[in-house]
């Protein structure tokens, strides 16, 4: 069967590339606008680069403000389509592409498939975490499909092992030293928004048999059946 590629669609794609420029250039437009008006109210802040923006000559700063806002809402599309995740799909495997990363599953060590929030989570058989997406999802429903029709099994209620986790706590006692200092440093990272090094802990602790999610920015944790 033909693989099954789930991203955001092109039609959502052309709509971020031609709406964000034209919000913009709008954008742009309208301070440019009520520049000349804001400067005359007491309690707006930023007065000086307002000012500076109402002595402009038109129509140089009129097209520089549309041009400016159009570059910027370029990046901003830019942006937002590349935060959204790549699901491959096919009888053999899955693939889940972010950035620069890459995660590649066979089917056959694939036990489960579910949503867990806005990631997409694979498990080994063991219940062992194998793959965990980053980053914006399609649509749910088409991930789901592309799971199902390709025979994978999916859990439609979510994390078939919710039950088991447990909050983290400093040095917690059922935990070893280096699996406390893994989730240690991860909670650092968690906290302060680096992505990068908490799907880097995250791996580090799955190869000690230990199974992480984060709800509000809290890590929760239970052990892989035979790694006590």
Known sequence: MTATVVTLPPWEQALVWAGFPVLGAGLGWGIKAIAGWAITLPWVPFDKPLEFIASLPEPHVTIGALAVGGVAGLVLAFLAIA??????????????????????????????????GKAVVLLGHATEEIARSRGSLPSAARIRDAFVRHGYPWHADGDPHREEFRRWVEDHPELSPTANALLRARARAVEKDRGDDAAELRAELARLGVVVRDRDKRQHWRRVPGDD
């Open 83 to 116: 935060d959204h995740v790549v699901i491959t799909v096919d009888d053999d495997g899955a693939s889940l592409v972010y950035g620069d990363s890459r995660q590649e599953v066979r089917r056959a060590d694939v036990g489960a498939a579910f949503l867990d």
